[in-house]
């Protein structure tokens, strides 16, 4: 099914120090166990987020990453850059290799290419 109604989209709680709520939109069941939609593809993901605390600097080096902010307030810093504050309707790229850390209480989609797969996030620092 190439159409996806974010409603339909099973709610994935996370909790401990980075709690959040993801509904996994598009993605891979091949490279995500945690992907349960009936249509799959590697070549990108989409997740919706609500996140609401600190999110540890990690980097991923098999995917680019964009950031893309609904609504709240974040903090971003990305690689060596300063930090920067995301409002609803801006985007953040984060190029494959490249760490990042944010913060703040909002709710983003995050785009993997190709799509994310469970394990290649690794923490830095």
């Given at each position: ?12 709680s ?5 709690p ?13 166990p ?7 593809t590697d ?6 987020i ?6 540890p ?41 490249t ?7 909002f ?6 290419a ?12």
């Amino acid at each position: 099914m190439p159409v996806v109604h974010l409603s339909d989209v099973p709610e994935l709680s996370v909790a401990g120090s980075n709690p959040l709520v993801m509904k996994k939109a598009v993605g891979s069941r091949h490279r995500d166990p945690n992907f349960v939609m009936p249509t799959s593809t590697d070549s990108l993901s989409i997740t919706h987020i609500r996140h609401w605390s600190a999110h540890p600097r990690m980097k991923c080096d098999e995917s680019d990453r964009a950031m893309f902010v609904i609504d709240g307030e974040a903090s971003i810093q990305i690689g060596d850059e300063p930090p920067e504050v995301l409002r609803a309707g801006d985007f953040a790229l984060i190029p494959r290799g490249t760490a990042y850390e944010f913060s703040g209480e909002f709710t983003y989609l995050v785009i993997n290419a190709p799509a994310f797969r469970q394990g290649s996030d690794v923490r830095v620092g």
